[in-house]
């Protein structure tokens, strides 16, 4: 075979309770996976997959590996990051500790603030001060320093987070303590605000910079070990960002922070892939898997960015209109509202004896109750079987063997019976109780967002989301949903196809009437030029994209909204070119606008972009037929499934994705797939478009 024939591109994901590992290759084939997520061999396990692949293919050659992963949100969520310092001006102490006023539940009166990421005895105070201007009030104080590193030499840190007061405008000081620590603590890990965040706000930066201290050492760990299991395969390894760009694994060494939502960035990346090769222009990615529900808006074919957002205090359903829960985290991220109501989530009942779904979640071990492995909880993937939605013998190509009489008997004991209820009915109940929160996510994102959902396209992946696709959209009043190839490994595909991005903030404070066009545009050249010559180097030519953004808010709020820079306007007309697109966007989000309030700049943006890989979304859909382990056309069969006390039990028809023709097909049906199933309940029709998704309508 040629190399273009044999050459393999590898992408995997590792989820709470699968970890899902596709491998293209240069002749279109894909070769898919789906493994239980074990924590002590999933490298071994990734390793087998590639093996597998190579063997397939007749001697392939591995030319790319990309990675998207939980290890630096699990880090933060369970608390088993670094041991870290913080070295901040004196008088600055504790603000990780004041943080800001804002509060999740105003009435909750049992609410209580987590503690600090970086406790008191490990934050400490230093001589310094630099005026707003950049110019020098107080040198730093190396003899205070030298103090500071012997105290926390004491306390046995890993890591060390610099964070001085106007350090955006001059980085100088930080600069001088960094080199300070590395030549006199060479083991530990160190950064500096000035890298990591240089923009306004105090408690922010600090935030953000000590949560990337935080992750360095765990998440070096991680990539030392997963670079020995795989490097013979390939040497560099590409981690997915929170914001579906890729960067390097030395890059994710020294930005962790921009990591944090790495696994569910990629499935929002191939669902606005899919948006925009299906002409949908309104769309909200649904990502179901066995821990959590993830949940984006996509406009436009591009999924909703924010430049902050919080992580560490709790899964958070009401997006920018509830925060304090968390750390806050300030990179450019995917708007994503996460709720724990995976397949893996466990259903209780309270003290007050209401049936609960989630957040705490059975995991891969010992998994659902019909794992057969130790699993005695009921969850939503048990009540799945048990109304017939899922296969009652084997799923994941066979890998996991389903026990239908395991999962009777955990709902039955431990909620049908408590709750008087019928076995059916305690099942139906989970679904319909997770669906209530996996409704509130997509409000959060729609209708909390200043938009209506019966006007968008539903887009459902991941093992679980295409079997509660249809009632979800029902209740939200949803007509179409799509139903893409690979649904249960949409977010490895999405790794496929994700871009180099790197991401860079400079503040600029002041009102927008007084900044002159040829100083900002100035500015935006000046970073362009940085992101040439430091971050991709002369190699990249000219394939690097560079897209421009602004913070801007009313001159009396405290909030930005960022918007993009408009292109083919005249220095002349930029002002009110950005003026005008700042009132629209202000009125879309918040439901008013002011007009002749003068309007304020906080902070420029640039985004720079190239090419990763030569793989497409469409490319990738015109080699289903070929992939292993493709959707195969089966005899219809007949299963007994249960949509509710209206319909009670009714015949539905068990088909393949490959069964379905042009022509509809009415519910109710059940179509069986190698990484997950699709329910399309009475009353909606499925059919497949030129792409292979399956699009339900009702």
């Not at 020098?136 to 030298?146: G, N, S, Y």
């Not at 996996?438 to 729609?446: D, F, G, H, K, S």
């Not at 991401?503 to 009437?513: E, K, T």
């Not at 005899?635 to 379905?660: C, H, M, N, Q, W």
């Amino acid at each position: 075979m040629s190399p273009v024939q044999t050459s393999l591109r590898v992408a995997f994901d590792i989820g709470g309770t699968f970890t899902d590992v596709l491998v293209a290759a240069g002749d279109g084939r894909l070769f898919t996976f789906k493994i239980l997520t074990l924590p002590d061999s999933i490298g071994a396990d990734v390793d087998r997959c590639v093996n597998d692949a190579i063997a397939a293919s007749a001697g392939g050659r591995v030319e790319g590996i990309v990675h998207g992963t939980t290890v630096a949100s699990n880090a933060v969520l369970e608390a088993k990051g670094a041991v870290t310092g913080l070295i901040t001006t004196r008088g600055f102490r504790d603000e990780l500790e004041i943080r800001r006023f804002g509060r999740p539940g105003v009435y909750d009166v049992f609410w209580e603030r987590i503690p600090p990421l970086i406790p008191r005895r490990r934050r400490l105070e230093v001589g310094e001060r630099m005026r707003a201007s950049g110019e020098v009030e107080r040198p730093l104080d190396r003899t205070e320093m030298l103090r500071a590193l012997d105290v926390l030499r004491a306390q046995r840190v890993e890591a060390i987070a610099v964070c001085f007061v106007h350090s955006y405008v001059n980085p100088a000081h930080e600069r001088d303590a960094i080199a300070l620590i590395r030549e006199l603590m060479p083991g530990v890990a160190a950064c500096a605000s000035s890298e990591v965040l240089p923009e306004i706000r105090e408690y922010e930066r600090t935030s953000t910079t000590a949560l990337n201290a935080y992750l360095m050492p765990v998440v070096a760990r991680y990539l030392d070990q997963l670079e020995a299991q795989l490097g013979r395969h390939h040497r560099g390894i590409l981690i997915m960002q929170s914001n579906g760009g890729v960067m390097t694994a030395d890059q994710a060494r020294h930005r962790p922070a921009h990591m944090i939502e790495s696994g569910p960035a990629a499935g929002v990346l191939a669902a606005a892939s899919l948006a925009r090769d299906a002409g949908l222009n309104q769309a909200v990615a649904f990502d179901m898997g066995g821990t959590t529900v993830k949940t984006c808006l996509i406009e436009n074919g591009q999924p909703v960015e924010s430049p902050e957002g919080e992580v560490g205090g709790g899964i958070n359903i009401s997006g920018r209109l509830s925060r304090g829960a968390g750390y806050a985290l300030r990179v450019p991220a995917y708007d994503i509202v996460e709720v724990g109501a995976g397949g893996g989530s466990l259903a209780w009942r309270d003290a007050g004896g209401v049936m609960r779904v989630g957040p705490r979640s059975a995991g891969a071990v010992p998994g659902p109750a019909c794992y057969g492995n130790g699993g005695v909880d009921p969850t939503v993937t048990d009540a799945s079987v048990v109304l017939g939605y899922m296969n009652p013998e084997r799923i994941a190509g066979g890998a996991v063997p389903i026990h239908l009489d395991a999962a009777r008997r955990a709902i039955d004991e431990k909620l049908a019976r408590p709750l008087g209820l019928t076995l059916m009915d305690a099942a139906h109940g989970i679904h319909r109780v997770a669906n209530a929160a996996m409704a509130r996510a997509i409000r959060a994102v729609t209708t909390e967002r200043g938009r209506d959902p019966r006007e968008f396209t539903l887009i459902a992946f991941g093992g679980a989301g295409p079997i509660h696709a249809a009632e979800l959209a029902r209740t939200l009043g949803i007509a179409r949903v799509y139903i893409p190839l690979f649904p249960g490994l949409f977010s490895a595909l999405g790794l496929m196809l994700a871009e180099l991005r790197y991401d860079h903030v400079q503040s600029m404070p002041g009102l927008l009437d007084s900044l002159e066009p040829s100083a900002l545009l100035a500015q935006y050249n000046s970073m362009a030029r940085r992101f040439g010559d430091e971050v991709f180097g002369p190699q990249a030519g000219g394939i690097v994209r560079f897209e421009r953004f602004i913070d801007l808010r009313y001159a009396r709020q405290s909030s930005e909204l960022t918007l993009a820079i408009p292109d083919g306007v005249t220095p002349g007309e930029l002002r009110q070119a950005i003026a005008q697109a700042f009132h629209s966007e202000h009125e879309r989000a918040y439901g008013y606008r002011r007009d002749h309030e003068p309007v304020a700049v906080t902070s420029l943006r640039m985004r720079a972009i190239a090419p990763a890989g030569q793989l497409n979304f469409a490319d990738l859909a015109r080699g289903f037929a070929q992939a292993n382990n493709s959707d195969r056309a089966i005899a219809a069969t007949v299963r007994k499934a249960y949509f509710g006390p209206d319909t009670a039990e009714v015949d539905a028809s068990v088909i393949s994705r490959a069964t379905l023709t042009s022509a509809p097909l009415a519910g109710p049906l059940v179509i069986e797939e190698f990484d997950t199933t699709v329910v399309v309940p009475p009353g909606w029709r499925a059919e497949t478009d030129s792409y292979g998704n399956i699009i339900l309508t009702c």
